[in-house]
């Protein structure tokens, strides 16, 4: 596609239920982001692919967080039991390799309410 | 490691006014900066960036920001506020290397408010 495509665009869900959100990344971007976003806070870094390897998931907040990609194509963050404090706008970013200061493009984000 | 701090979680200028956003960062080696923008329900847009070369860089809408490695500081100025400029603005630093990926460090963000 022309951009980063992230769906659902919304998800509510109750606590201790599982969450599953998808990233499409563009075309050709061998690395592939998730940030997450909370309210009134800046963008935390989580988990970065390059290709389907994840060189560095230092940002991943607990075990309960999880993410695969499939080839240098769509990604997955999973929440298990999830609780409130994961509720935030989770984003996902694609780049290109290989060259410093190498833009990131962003989806839309997944806007996720814990209740 | 890295790190940004951008004073002001809020800013408010009247339309026409200059535009001043403040970026102070932190990093042990050469870095790469940038300036996002989000808009209401929206992800994040790349507003300008940093590599190497001049100092002062300009970008999309009328932004530029000049880069002082003695001062640390990444600035975004605008001459002339505009109604559309209102959004969220963060600053960013990375430090990738060349065949490897660019993890980005975010500031906290400043919003823009403009004012007629």
């Known amino acids: 596609g022309a951009g980063v495509s992230q769906s659902p665009s919304n998800k509510v869900t109750e606590k201790g239920k599982d969450v599953e959100l998808r990233c499409d990344p563009i075309?050709?971007?061998?690395?592939l982001y998730w940030y997450r976003q909370r309210l009134g806070q800046g963008l935390e870094f989580l988990i970065y692919f390059q290709g389907n390897s994840a060189p560095d998931k230092s940002g991943l907040p607990s075990d309960r967080f999880s993410a695969e990609r499939t080839g240098e194509s769509v990604s997955t963050l999973t929440i298990q039991r999830t609780q409130q404090e994961d509720s935030a706008v989770y984003l996902c970013a694609s780049s290109l390799v290989g060259t410093g200061g190498t833009e990131a493009f962003f989806g839309q984000g997944t806007r996720l309410t814990v209740v | 490691a890295q790190s940004v701090t951008q004073l002001g979680s809020h800013v408010s200028v009247s339309e026409g006014a200059l535009v001043l956003l403040r970026c102070n960062y932190s990093s042990s080696v050469p870095p790469y900066l940038f300036w996002y923008v989000q808009y209401p329900n929206q992800g994040l847009q790349l507003l300008l960036k940093y590599t190497t070369g001049a100092t002062l860089v300009k970008g999309i809408n009328g932004f530029e920001a000049e880069f002082k490695k003695s001062e640390t500081s990444f600035h975004l100025t605008k001459p002339s506020a505009h109604m559309s400029d209102a959004a969220e603005y963060f600053c960013a630093v990375s430090v990738s290397h060349t065949g490897t990926a660019s993890k980005l460090t975010f500031g906290t963000g400043t919003r823009l408010q403009v004012t007629l």
């Open positions: 075309s050709g971007h061998t690395a």
